[in-house]
């Protein structure tokens, strides 16, 4: 079964780091780009950026470049996001998506159940 | 980077047909033809609906277009159906290699 399949939800004190995985299953791992997009309680979809999968190269939208990065074990078909300095404005739902087949640019055809993340004191 | 811009909301009977509009800049809807559209319903993940413009992915009613005119995208929804209310989010690749996702609307079948 095609399928993208997310770790569960956290809550973590402002200024700690965060770790989501994202267990890919049901087509081959180095085929598609994965994105990572967020929404925030009530608000609308934000793209935070996109990992190749067969060389690791990274693209992150601009406000979270220097606090996201994105890794993959093509050995577990799984992604990795991982967020650092932790702020109160970071909670929310975290969702990876899959590109569709193609390039950078493919739409996103498959995507995970999202995982909640709460930052509080 | 600013959001494409949506309406808030949008409402029709069932039946009717409703147009969402996504208003962009030169950078982004404006030199892409790689513009797609999302539905997400509450408490759900988001489901592609409409890629390249005006492309449906297999399974996706054909009640469903899309199409592009200058720094503007617009999603058809015709013969609207009671299941047919939800967010809807355009988004587009910029001329920046990332992705905009628009504001979002809010569908409402009365």
């Known amino acids: 079964q095609v399928q993208l399949v997310q770790s569960g939800a956290e809550m973590k004190r402002p200024g700690a780091s965060l770790r989501v995985s994202c267990q890919t299953s049901?087509?081959?791992?180095?085929?598609?780009?994965m994105h990572w997009v967020r929404q925030a309680p009530g608000q609308g979809l934000e793209w935070m950026g996109r990992?190749?999968?067969?060389?690791?190269?990274?693209k992150y939208a601009r406000r979270f470049e220097g606090r996201v990065a994105f890794t993959r074990s093509t050995s577990l078909n799984t992604f990795y996001m991982d967020v650092s300095r932790l702020r109160s404005e970071d909670t929310a739902i975290y969702y990876c998506?899959?590109?569709?087949?193609?390039?950078?640019?493919?739409?996103?055809?498959?995507w995970g159940q999202g995982t909640l993340l709460t930052v509080s004191t | 980077q600013s959001a494409l811009t949506q309406p808030a909301s949008v409402s029709g009977s069932i039946g009717q047909s409703i147009t969402i509009s996504c208003s962009g800049t030169?950078?982004?809807?404006?030199?892409?033809?790689?513009v797609s559209w999302y539905q997400q319903s509450p408490g759900k993940a988001p489901k592609l609906l409409i890629y390249?413009?005006?492309s449906r992915p297999s399974g996706v009613s054909p009640r469903f277009s899309g199409s592009k005119s200058g720094r503007t995208a617009s999603l058809t929804i015709s013969g609207l159906q009671t299941e047919d209310e939800a967010d809807y989010y355009c988004?587009?690749?910029?001329?920046?290699?990332?992705?905009?996702f628009g504001t979002g609307t809010k569908v409402t079948v009365l």
């Open positions: 998506a899959r590109g569709q087949l193609g390039g950078r640019e493919s739409p996103l055809d498959l």
């Open positions: 049901g087509y081959t791992f180095t085929s598609n780009y």
């Open positions: 990992i190749d999968p067969k060389r690791g190269d990274t």
């Open positions: 030169r950078g982004d809807i404006g030199s892409s033809n790689f």
């Open positions: 390249n413009v005006y």
């Open positions: 988004n587009s690749y910029t001329d920046d290699n990332t992705f905009l």
